[in-house]
């Protein structure tokens, strides 16, 4: 390799360069950021867009987003680094994305990266919602890169699973059942309770308008970033940290195998529909924001490369196909994959181990999972593991003057579980040559500062941390009382075994007293 091994080359890319970072108040986006200023300290300013929010201003909501303990390492490496951050007030679901026109000529003369992560990740989002954040969103920003003077990459921050109906999902463009724009004209046209009735027709076989409203961005790009330097990023399912800032895996929000193991860690979830020996593609949200970092020093290199290309003296003129790629954006799917895969059931075990160790001192009944892929079983083990104690303990808390709470809890498991169902019972090949070969390509300082190496991630390690980071951060746990956390959970097993053992023995009388045809019921179920 020509680069000089011991100089970090995306470092010197970044350097003075301005950063538009959509996304950047959310769980990726924090690390991001993180990232970008502790790791690239001679860049030039980092622009925020985020939505407006009542009575806090700009630096109140900075100082707030960077009083959190995730930024400790950067107070005290770089005590000014808020300066570099500048907050641009809008809205992703709105016309120009909300920026004042000051704003919009500040992007369009200054910025030179644009990384574009913002998104509505909710499964069960209305179609018009997902559409206006998702889709149209991605089009606004893709007018506002096409104006920058100084552009050197835009990278979108997709979904790995936004091509689910396809098999394997390659780093390639699949075709979308409607361009982006006719979706957006439909959305924009029709009233939102219309749209909610022909959703389902819209989606097909998208498992979701997460899912189906991502694509439908990637189309967009598709179509409309002709002549720009555009590339997608592909991740899986973000999780905690890996490698840093911080010691600990790092996270603040619960969605996916997290929020499986938040609910098992305090005993509220004791089932999910889910096959043990499918792969749960998880990759480490430092790892993601690395890669990230790393397509947009690439997308600029080969921007600038093909720029420089186009000077010359053509007297043969480019082949079609040169010129066709270059007008295609590049894709990078981000993933564990073949090369560093773990099952659910691996997951499960690595979660339910470091978990003891770690016991939650507010768990409120002791850790007990089960992983069921058949319907009718999970259908009766839901009603006697969660339902059943459900309005027992609801009832007792009525007749004691306390607020029943326990129903409305496993109403949205329930259906936390109904959205995720497919993601937990389906395993998908995912091809990444490209995020492979854009490894390759990193010298070894580079390889170091912007490590994305899942083949190289030891998830037993890194499952220890996650489960920590889970106690810490999300459960709001500290370290003194894992001692007691231990304790109560010894307790917690042994009520348990008291309570299963009156619970069969209730069962054994109640289909004793209601004849075989109960039993026989229950034998189709359980088989």
Known sequence: MEENQGESQIRKSFAGANILLTGGTGFLGKVLTEKLLRSCPELNKIYLLARKKKNKDPQTRLKEQFDDVLYETLHKDQPDFIKKVEILEGEMDSENLGLTDQDWLTVCDKVNFILHGAATVRFDEALSKAVRINTRGTKEMLTLARCCKYLKAFVYISTAYCNLPHQPIEEKFY????????????????????????????????PNTYCFSKAAAENHLLKHSQGLPVAILRPSVVISTAKGPIPLGWIDNIYGPTGI???????????????????????????????????????????????????????????????KNDQIPRVYNYVSGDENSMTFRTFMNYAHTHGFTMASSKAIWCYMLFLINNALLFKALNILLHWIPAYVCDGVAVMIGKKPMLKKVYTKIDKWIHFNEIFACHTWKMENSNTIELLR????????????????????SYMYNYMMGIRLFLVKDPKETIPWGIKKQYFLIIANYIVMIIYAIALFWLVKLLGGGVLKLMYKILS
């Open 175 to 206: 075709d979308f059942p409607l361009t982006s724009d006719l979706l957006i004209d439909v959305v924009e046209r029709l009233d939102s309770k219309t749209v909610d009735d022909i959703t389902p027709g819209l989606i097909g076989v998208y």
């Open 441 to 460: 390509e990193l010298n070894e300082a580079d390889r170091h500062i912007f490590d994305f190496d899942i083949s190289a991630l030891d998830w037993n």
């Open 261 to 323: 193991s938040v609910g098992a860690s305090v005993g509220i979830i004791r089932i999910i529909k889910c096959n043990p020996d499918a792969v749960v593609n998880l990759v480490p949200a430092d790892f993601v924001a690395n890669a990230c970092i790393a397509v947009a020093w690439k997308t600029a290199r080969q921007h600038m490369k093909t720029a420089e290309r186009k000077l010359e003296d053509f007297s043969e003129g480019p082949k079609d196909e040169e010129t």
